[in-house]
């Protein structure tokens, strides 16, 4: 056993089981039939080891340990509903340790998955899911993070639960004529859950940092189950790259700091080495079909790699969102190749682009970018309208904040020639 002081027993206690949580959570899915059941009895073990491991300290095998006391609850617990009497023996004979190989652990882990992302599910309900049991988070936690009430979030998670029992939703890992698909569920069901954490929605911060933390845990655990995948190697490249800016994307007054404003001292950069890694594993093993992922971690790169703003290598920035476009045409990245060509060729040749795009009146980043556009132009009465179309729409406060200041700005005395 290990020992130590309470408080660090404790801490290294709650970092295994939150390591280990959905792994026993996933095993105990296959064995009783029920996510409800492995939920009870998943969390039972989770107690009693933050009870008992600070006091006593972490097992050698903390994995081995949650599984034995969560199985025999959950045979405890079978054994208390006459309905499922059936399952009792299959439950009382998987006890055996045979069945918790890593072979088996791993499938287990990627059937659930693929179920929390189950095509059948909204793509809401599959972010709540997955942070609710793959993340572990507790219900209040996945309503805060996704910010609707406590309420609504417990009986989406129950609708989704009882139709994942009513609509016989299989629980395993896709064909693989199924799994290209499938995959892009579950890596864009990561990348919205580590996106809302990297620049919330809504709300007091700019960053939510336990959400982007839960993001970028999952796209490793994607890597760790499916190292060959492009798709994932890409997922988890382009969250390093863009994580890797976190310290310095605030300034002292709170306000969000512009990639061509932060202080690239404060990057990571065994964050950014690492992305970089994964970018070159993804190419290597897309050389004909380019990954989306894949793509967009490559522009990051550029960005991460280059030694000041000014030394931002804007003409690969281009070609790699022209890549981008032939495999995930959408407006948003229409609208972010348009600010790239803004910087390399003036903000008037990206203002033609950025007028040309449809369908993001919604979208607050487009009235943003063609305020700034039309601010750098110096036609500060059109920037401020574009500013204020921005600021009537979703906005976290230090967002809004920054926007409210360039509004300010637009005054006659500050309108740049």
């Not at 296959?30 to 006593?56: F, I, K, M, N, Y």
């Not at 993070?145 to 009882?162: G, I, Y």
């Not at 569920?185 to 007091?204: C, H, K, Q, S, W």
């Not at 500060?380 to 700005?409: G, H, I, M």
Request: net charge neutral; aromatic share 4%; proline share 6%.
């Amino acid at each position: 056993m290990l020992t130590g002081d309470a408080e660090t027993a404790a801490n290294a206690a709650q970092q295994v089981v939150r390591a280990e949580r959905s792994r026993i959570l996933a095993t105990l899915i296959r064995v009783t039939g029920s996510v409800d059941l492995a939920e009870d009895a998943t969390q039972d073990a989770v107690l009693r080891a933050l009870q008992t491991w600070p006091r006593d300290g972490v097992p050698d095998n903390p994995r081995g340990w949650l599984l034995v006391v969560a199985r025999r609850r959950a045979v405890d617990l079978i054994r208390r509903e006459a309905r499922r009497a059936g399952k009792e023996s299959e439950a009382v004979a998987l006890l055996d340790p045979a069945s918790d190989s890593p072979e088996a652990v791993r499938d287990d882990l990627l059937r659930l998955v693929f179920t929390c992302c189950h095509p059948a599910l909204s793509l809401d309900t599959q972010v709540a899911l997955a942070l609710r049991t793959i993340g572990g988070l507790a219900t209040a936690e996945v309503a805060r993070a996704l910010v609707v009430p406590e309420a609504t979030m417990a009986k989406r998670l129950t609708r989704a639960k009882q139709k994942i029992t009513q609509a016989g939703i299989p629980y395993r890992i896709p064909p693989a004529e199924e799994l290209p698909g499938r995959l892009a569920g579950v890596a864009a069901t990561v990348y919205l859950i580590f996106n809302e954490g990297y620049a919330a929605g809504v709300g007091d911060d700019l960053i939510r940092v336990g959400l982007a933390d839960e993001g970028l845990r999952l796209a490793r655990l994607l890597v760790e189950l499916m190292p060959d995948e492009p798709t994932v190697l890409g997922l988890l490249a382009l969250l390093l790259l863009q994580d890797s800016r976190r310290a310095a994307r605030v300034g002292v007054d709170g306000r969000p700091l512009l990639l061509g404003e932060q202080d690239r001292t404060r990057w990571d950069r065994a964050a950014i080495a690492a992305g970089v890694d994964l970018v070159g594993g993804g190419l290597r093993r897309t050389p004909d079909q380019p990954d989306r992922y894949v793509v967009q971690a490559a522009i990051a790169a550029c960005h991460a790699l280059a030694p000041s703003y000014q030394q931002t290598p804007w003409d690969a920035v281009i070609s790699w969102y022209d890549v981008l476009l032939t495999v995930h045409d959408t407006p948003v990245v229409r609208l972010n190749r348009a600010a790239a060509v803004a910087e390399r060729d003036g903000p008037a040749a990206g203002l033609a682009l950025v007028d040309a795009i449809g369908g993001l009146a919604g979208y607050p980043w487009f009235h943003a970018t063609r305020g700034e556009l039309l601010y750098r132009l110096g036609r500060a009465d059109e920037a401020a309208t574009a500013y204020r179309a921005a600021l009537a729409l979703d906005l976290n406060d230090p967002q809004a904040a920054r926007l409210r200041d360039r509004l300010a700005e637009c005054g006659p005395a500050s309108v740049r020639e």
